[in-house]
């Protein structure tokens, strides 16, 4: 079983930067996908970025590529997401999710529905 712990959201102003951390614990070596899923009032769950843990490799949504950054601290554990350039339709929930995936594509393609652990989520508020 492993449990997933989100931190770091908050409110900001449009243009500034967030650090959002998602601790695993447990027995995180069944996983090798972490994902990163916000979800606005009214809107459906959508992915952000996509780290396949066995080598740390990333993928990111167009409408965060060139802001967000997903990294791995695999001594800790916990993977990120460094947020700049924050615009007001970033505005969301953001979850983190782990999952096994066979392999690199299907782990930046897999449907949400193959992520087996979810962490609670951490709101993030962007003002115009």
């Known amino acids: 079983q492993v449990q997933l712990v989100e931190s770091g959201g908050g409110s900001v102003q449009a243009g500034g930067s967030l650090k959002l951390s998602c601790a695993a614990f447990g027995y995180s070596y069944s996983t090798n996908c972490m994902g990163w899923f916000r979800q606005a009032p009214g809107k459906e769950r959508e992915g952000v970025a996509t780290?396949?843990?066995?080598?740390?490799?990333?993928y990111y949504a167009d409408s965060v590529k060139g802001r967000f950054t997903a990294s791995q601290d695999s001594a800790k554990n916990t993977v990120y997401l460094h947020m700049n350039s924050l615009k007001p339709e970033d505005t969301a929930m953001y979850y983190c999710?782990?999952?096994?995936?066979?392999?690199?594509?299907?782990?930046?393609?897999?449907?949400?529905?193959?992520?087996?652990?979810w962490g609670q989520g951490t709101q993030v508020t962007v003002s115009s």
């Open positions: 999710a782990a999952g096994i995936f066979g392999s690199e594509r299907r782990c930046f393609s897999g449907p949400q529905n193959q992520y087996k652990y």
């Open positions: 780290i396949y843990t066995d080598v740390g490799t990333t």
